[in-house]
């Protein structure tokens, strides 16, 4: 799962005692050969489909990390691309990247932006945000969008209830729920609490429209129902 360039396992266990701040800090400068780093696969399909709904002039986006979503912006928007994260050790990593981006150090449920973005994305950073948080930070999104403005992110079909993901998510989430009731400070990373019917609720009631664009070029399911979708939320 992680190669040589990566972390170690103490380094990873070090950053898990942490706060969310501080082990991003700590896991910044190797986070890029991790696999938290969304990858270049997904990254495409969402530019592709993007693409689709554009044209964007400006755009944000939020927890950037080392800047994985500011390559999207980049190819999809006509103006100003910006990143937000509250890591200066990401945003150090994210400026390296996107020489040309401006980098913003703040907590995504406080955003210092007004009305300003057209395209607002994000990638791999939902878990991170309890339910109550993800009303806050959809209502901050929101908030920074002009009218009319997109909010679009990922939302990966969970997997088949029973297989070897679902345990091995569940035993992850059930091991940090462990760790925070007994440990600070916290370190929220959950990955079974971002759930699509509850998602477009939250992003109903912080005032955005609702559309689910299936991403083909990542396939389907056995089922039938597509790997991955591209939640687009539109500010009325
Ligand atoms: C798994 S990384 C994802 C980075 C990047 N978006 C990517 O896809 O590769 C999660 C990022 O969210 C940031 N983050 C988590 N909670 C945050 C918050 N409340 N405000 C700002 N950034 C936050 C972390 O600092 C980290 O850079």
Redesign the pocket.
């Known amino acids: 799962m992680f190669t040589p360039q990566g972390p170690t396992l103490r380094e990873l266990t070090v950053q898990a005692l942490s706060s969310?701040?501080r082990g991003?800090d700590l896991l910044a400068e190797k986070f890029d050969a991790t696999p938290?780093?969304?990858s270049d696969r997904l990254l495409t399909s969402v530019t592709e489909s993007l693409e689709a709904l554009g044209p964007f002039t400006s755009g944000l986006?939020v927890?950037?990390?080392?800047g994985?979503?500011l390559g999207v912006l980049r190819s999809v928007c006509a103006g100003r691309v910006t990143g937000?994260?509250?890591?200066t050790g990401?945003l150090d990593g994210a400026r390296l990247a996107h020489p040309g981006a401006t980098l913003v150090r703040?907590?995504?449920?406080a955003l210092p932006f007004g009305p300003v973005f057209d395209l607002a994305v994000?990638?791999?950073?939902f878990g991170?945000f309890l339910p109550d948080a993800q009303r806050t930070l959809f209502a901050q999104v929101h908030a920074s969008l002009r009218p009319g403005g997109t909010f679009a992110f990922p939302l990966p079909a969970p997997p088949p209830v029973g297989s070897r993901l679902y345990w091995a998510l569940w035993g992850f989430d059930a091991t940090m729920r462990v760790r925070n009731a007994v440990l600070r400070p916290p370190f929220v990373m959950y990955y079974r609490t971002f759930r699509l019917a509850d998602v477009r609720t939250r992003l109903t009631d912080a005032g955005f429209e609702v559309t689910l664009t299936p991403m083909e070029s990542l396939g389907r399911r056995e089922d039938g129902s597509p790997r991955c979708r591209l939640v687009v939320a539109r500010k009325a």
Request: hydrophobic share 40%; glycine share 12%.
């Open positions: 969310v701040e991003y938290f780093r969304t986006d927890c950037c990390g080392t994985a979503g937000v994260d509250f890591s990401m703040a907590d995504a449920l994000s990638f791999g950073a991170h």
